[in-house]
């Protein structure tokens, strides 16, 4: 493998990217009172902001660079599965919404907690924090697959410096500089991304004409819509829409990442815009991604960028070093670092909410915000040492190891939302058994079939539904939960 250095004008805008965010991030320390200012922001922010926020926090250096991977190997098909997110996005803000404004929560898992007690509560809380944490872990390693292409530097430097920066202004500055730092590397990525396929029609001879002409010929890799119904092809029209929806539902209506978001907005009609709103922009965002994948693939048949067996996910950072002019590729790389960054700040900040206001019911302890800036402020900088070392792991093809992981556990925590919004005899002790179950049974799906991951979800919920349902008829409580 030959690693390739990147002008020294680039790397300067790159060095000047990475300060310039931190300090912004830093600026936003001011005015910070309790964990309410911390964890939200004050809820101060428009729902445009919260709306970028939110695409920000979901794409992360992964999508920026396994998107195009999966068109330059493949198709678009993947398309498929945003339509499912925009589908999950609607339904969230028809079950979910409401109950998260019905009180004071600074956490997803406090409506647990209202409904199941705090034992639920925590259960809930601890499988995300497990579920995060291993996502992020495969995120954060993509950093590394950039920076080593770009500089030649060694991974665990690579992932150091980026992640070291992101706890210093997530530390300091909380969710609002979090939800402001990434809407500017929102706007920085987008523009990266539009340049670069703007750059690519440029450079392949006949442009557009050749892109179309060649996708074609090449196994249709313009090919968006599959309606064949085979559970182990992983991106079809059905395991896109129904798989996609009940994985937008579970990771935007029950992981804290983004409900923090969709909490930290002025009202429920700012939250439901800001949510609505992303997944179109989403849609948008991905449609570029992909384009620019089949671009590279077309481009690569005139100027090679992969040599015999390297991974694919290295295409467009090798394509961004050797094609980018000088300037422009500092910029672009700077955008892909803009969005590890970005999410893994809005990781962290989630993180350290859920360890100190949905664990604090293991512990005893009181859980009014008042008493917690000071220690979320610690739960901070150990989630961001913790990353570090996850980010050191080897995972494979990025994206698709990193919705697999997420896709594992996430049907049990949906299941049990869904369970304590529609089923009034559910108790605590059905809940507890339908999500050792659920996750239980995707962990075999997993393990033994060759469903794909985009049914993990949707299975994981049902077993989780069905089999709580049934435990809490079987063995009621003996009173209800307080």
């Not at 409900?259 to 002025?266: D, G, I, S, Y």
């Amino acid at each position: 493998m030959v690693l390739m250095h990147i002008h020294p004008v680039d790397l300067a805008i790159v060095i000047a990217y990475l300060l310039g965010v931190t300090a912004l991030g830093l600026h936003f320390r001011r005015g910070q009172q309790d964990a309410r200012d911390y964890f939200l922001g004050g809820r101060s922010a428009p729902w445009w902001a919260l709306a970028f926020s939110i695409v920000a926090t979901e794409t992360s250096t992964l999508t920026i660079i396994g998107t195009p991977a999966i068109a330059y190997s493949g198709n678009m098909t993947f398309l498929q599965l945003v339509f499912g997110y925009i589908v999950g996005r609607i339904l969230i803000t028809i079950i979910f919404l409401p109950g998260y404004f019905r009180g004071e929560y600074l956490t997803a898992y406090a409506l647990i907690e209202k409904r199941f007690g705090s034992r639920m509560r925590a259960v809930a809380g601890v499988t995300f924090l497990a579920t995060r944490t291993l996502a992020e872990g495969v995120r954060v390693s993509a950093i590394a697959l950039v920076v080593s292409v770009a500089l030649g530097t060694s991974e665990r430097l690579a992932v150091f410096i980026v992640i070291a920066l992101t706890v210093l202004y997530t530390f300091e500055g909380g969710m609002k500089a979090v939800i402001w730092t990434d809407v500017a590397q929102f706007l920085l990525y987008l523009t990266g991304s539009l340049l670069t396929l703007g750059l690519l029609l440029h450079r392949i001879p006949g442009g557009w004409a050749e892109v179309s002409q060649v996708a074609a010929v090449s196994g249709n890799k313009l090919q968006v819509l599959d309606f064949s119904w085979n559970l182990a092809t992983k991106y079809t029209f059905w395991s896109g829409v129904i798989g996609g929806a009940f994985l937008t539902m579970a990771s935007h209506g029950t992981d804290q990442t983004i409900v923090q978001r969709l909490l930290a907005a002025r009202n429920q009609k700012d939250s439901r815009r800001a949510l609505l709103a992303s997944g179109f922009i989403v849609l948008f965002q991905f449609t570029i991604f992909l384009l620019v994948g089949v671009a590279l693939f077309v481009f690569a048949q005139h100027t090679p960028l992969l040599a015999a067996g390297e991974r694919t996910d290295r295409i467009l950072p090798l394509f961004l070093i050797r094609e980018m002019p000088t300037g422009l590729a500092g910029l672009l790389l700077a955008s892909i670092l803009a969005v590890a960054m970005s999410n893994a700040s809005g990781s962290l900040n989630s993180l350290a909410a859920s360890s100190v206001m949905d664990l604090a019911a293991l512990r005893g302890g009181s859980t009014h915000p008042d008493n917690f800036l000071k220690l979320s402020r610690r739960m901070t900088l150990v989630w961001g040492a913790v990353l570090i070392v996850l980010g050191l792991v080897k995972w494979g093809p990025v994206l698709e190891a990193g919705l697999t992981v997420a896709s594992l556990p996430f049907g049990s925590l949906l299941g049990l939302f869904l369970l304590g919004t529609f089923d009034v005899r559910a108790n605590s002790r059905g809940s507890l058994a339908g999500m050792f179950a659920g996750l239980a049974t995707v962990l075999l799906v997993f393990r033994y079939t060759k469903i794909a991951f985009t049914w993990y979800v949707l299975i994981g919920a049902c077993v989780t539904f069905v089999v709580g349902a049934a435990v809490s008829r079987v063995i009621p409580e003996r009173r209800a939960a307080a």
